[in-house]
């Protein structure tokens, strides 16, 4: 619960004004990266993750 909580605050913190998501989707991509979850980037910026487990990114 504690590590939620830390990572939400994280979240949170990081500037996102409206329409200025690159912080957030930095943030986001460096967390899936430690997870080694996968994820796959998709047109307009936007990130695709799938499912658990360790894997590469493409």
């Known amino acids: 619960m504690n590590q939620t909580l830390e990572y939400l605050q994280e ?3 990081v500037p996102s004004p409206t329409g200025y998501t690159v912080g957030v989707q930095e943030y986001l991509m460096k967390t899936l990266d430690k997870l080694c979850y996968p994820y796959k980037r998709i047109p307009k910026g936007k990130y ?6 360790e894997g590469q990114h493409e």
């Open 11 to 13: 979240l949170l913190a």
């Open 48 to 53: 695709y993750r799938n499912g658990r487990g």
